[in-house]
């Protein structure tokens, strides 16, 4: 069974940082590329970053291109999200997926709460 764990998300103040972390388990995650998405209330579930199955090849979307980092552990079966500078506009839940750009499983995990505030 496919199963992705998000934690990491807080609330924290506009140009602060946080680390979101993706636990996955279920299928063979050192063959799939991984993607981070982000949900706001009423809009639809968008990426932001992706990364390749080997690490070597990201990918950002243009709002949080210098900002945030993906990275991925193979040992773990854990995609990180590094965020920084972050801005209120960042504040929604943020899921991990395999795959680039679109989530290749039908299964998301609950995500993991960001919100960037004063």
């Known amino acids: 069974q496919v199963q992705f764990v998000e934690s990491g998300g807080a609330l924290v103040q506009p140009g602060g940082s946080l680390r979101l972390s993706c636990v996955t388990s279920g299928f063979k995650f050192n063959n799939y590329d991984m993607s981070w998405y982000r949900k706001v209330p009423g809009k639809e579930r968008r990426p932001v970053a992706a990364?390749?199955?080997?690490?070597?090849?990201?990918k950002f979307a243009d709002s949080v291109k210098g900002r945030f980092t993906i990275f991925r552990d193979q040992d773990k079966d854990t995609v990180y999200l590094q965020m920084n500078s972050l801005k209120p506009e960042d504040t929604a839940v943020y899921y991990c997926?395999?795959?680039?750009?679109?989530?290749?499983?039908?299964?998301w995990g609950r995500g993991t709460q960001v919100t960037v505030s004063s």
């Open positions: 997926n395999a795959g680039w750009w679109i989530g290749e499983f039908a299964s």
């Open positions: 990364i390749t199955d080997d690490g070597e090849s990201t």
